[in-house]
């Protein structure tokens, strides 16, 4: 097991939990925003297309389930919660988050290892995940409302 893998591993299960957290004690997802959500989902779905055809590990398995099960359950909990839906503004969170897409995708179909679907998809999803917290960070900027919980969530994420 790689120490530092670990530690990516964890400050991001951090962020999730940190998430998941502000989202059910407050039941809102004010300031959150659902495009940063949806690209994460969209992140763990494509990078972990292997989940089912290569068995690497336990801890690595659990790891997988683990991210994509949450992040599809904090879009799911922001999209149909009938409380938590409410407080999700659209109107701030106004980033065209397909031009990321558009240009991770088009990136991974230029430089990856093999021309192959699976690792197409591997190099789409890191390029997309470094570039997912966009979203956020710029609705942040336009709410200029920064909660301690929503602070935590994207140090944390950031970090890992």
């Known amino acids: 097991m790689n120490i530092f ?4 591993d964890m400050t991001h299960l951090i962020s999730i ?23 994460y989902a969209l992140v763990f779905l494509t990078r972990y297309l292997d989940l089912f055809t290569d068995f690497i590990s336990v801890y690595n398995t659990i790891m ?3 991210f994509i099960s949450s992040s599809l ?6 999209r149909m919660h009938r409380v ?7 109107d701030v969170d106004t980033f065209r988050n397909y031009f990321l897409i558009l240009a991770s995708f088009i990136l991974a179909l230029l430089v990856h290892e ?3 679907f699976q690792e197409i998809f591997w190099a789409f999803s890191i390029y ?27 140090f944390f994420l950031g970090y890992a």
Do not use: H
């Not at 893998?5 to 990516?8: D, L, P, V």
């Not at 997309?128 to 994207?154: C, F, H, K």
């Open 64 to 66: 997988k389930l683990v």
């Open 114 to 116: 093999k021309f192959i």
């Open 128 to 154: 997309l995940e470094a570039l997912a917290i966009l979203p956020q960070l710029v609705l942040l900027q336009r709410s200029g409302n920064v909660d301690n919980l929503t602070g935590q969530y994207v």
């Open 73 to 78: 359950a904090i879009v799911w909990c922001m």
């Open 5 to 8: 893998r670990f530690a990516g």
């Open 17 to 39: 939990l940190v998430l998941l957290l502000k989202i059910y004690a407050t039941k809102s997802c004010s300031g959150i925003s659902l495009k940063t959500q949806e690209l």
């Open 84 to 90: 938590v839906r409410r407080s999700y503004d659209k």
